[in-house]
């Protein structure tokens, strides 16, 4: 089965960026989507096809996917940011994928 | 708005049965794929299921099949999973959401607040 790695834990100062990443093989020919979930709430949409942003979420998270890795990017981040993020992919083998996970944490 | 709600989580013995539902509102509920995802208690998303939005298109991950079905009714805007032979580590929230598809991808953009599921005796 497909697996997604991520870091488990970034650590960022406010007005800082932060990078999260998910290591897959070949993740780089595959689209990638990406959710924040604070503590308490369900997940939330914030990059969907790598690097298109729903409505609603702010200019300072942006995505990218190359290689074996992608890359979801919180610019200049907020307390209001400290969260997990998932990323997802479909594989044709495992279907449905979710990373493993990372918590940000705003220091 | 996109509003989803879901309903039938609780306590449920080893082995035991439970039906959860899903409703729907604020768009076009026949026009969409949706999705059954789950979280464990202090662990990440895990991917269960999915329904085409005709409901003739179903697929299960590996670690739940033959213990899960999936099943919508479009005229009632409501989407149902149907959980057998459940286990402790089946101990979970469960969530559904909408599904945006595309040629290359599925996402999932609007998720209810879930209602969670415990599994003991």
């Known amino acids: 089965s497909y697996v997604l790695t991520q870091p488990p834990s970034v650590s960022v100062a406010p007005g800082e960026t932060a990078r999260i990443t998910c290591g897959g093989d070949?993740?780089?020919?595959?689209?990638v989507h990406w959710y924040q979930q604070k503590p308490g709430q369900a997940p939330v949409l914030v990059i969907y096809?790598?690097?298109d942003r729903p409505s609603g979420i702010p200019d300072r998270f942006s995505g990218s996917n190359s290689g074996n890795t992608a890359t979801l990017t919180i610019s200049g981040v907020e307390a209001g940011d400290e969260a997990d993020y998932y990323c997802?992919?479909?594989?044709?083998?495992?279907?449905?994928?979710f990373g493993t996970g990372t918590k940000v944490t705003v220091l | 708005q996109v509003h989803l709600v879901e309903s039938g989580g609780g306590l449920v013995n080893p082995g035991g049965s439970l039906r959860l539902s899903c409703a729907a509102s604020?768009?076009?509920?026949?026009?969409?794929?949706m999705t059954w995802i789950r979280q464990a208690p202090g662990k990440g998303l895990e991917w269960l299921s999915y329904?085409?939005?005709?409901?003739?298109?179903?697929s299960y991950a590996d670690s739940v099949k033959g213990r899960l079905t999936v099943s919508r009714d479009n005229a009632k805007k409501s989407l149902h999973l149907q959980m057998y032979s459940l286990r402790a580590d089946d101990t979970a929230v469960y969530y559904c959401?909408?599904?945006?598809?595309?040629?290359?991808?599925?996402?999932?953009?609007?998720w209810g607040q879930g209602t969670l599921v415990s599994v003991s005796s």
């Open positions: 329904i085409s939005n005709s409901g003739r298109i179903i």
């Open positions: 997802q992919v479909w594989d044709s083998s495992s279907d449905q994928v």
């Open positions: 959401a909408r599904v945006e598809s595309g040629s290359s991808s599925y996402y999932f953009d609007h």
């Open positions: 070949n993740i780089g020919s595959s689209t």
């Open positions: 604020g768009f076009t509920f026949s026009d969409y794929y």
């Open positions: 096809y790598d690097s």
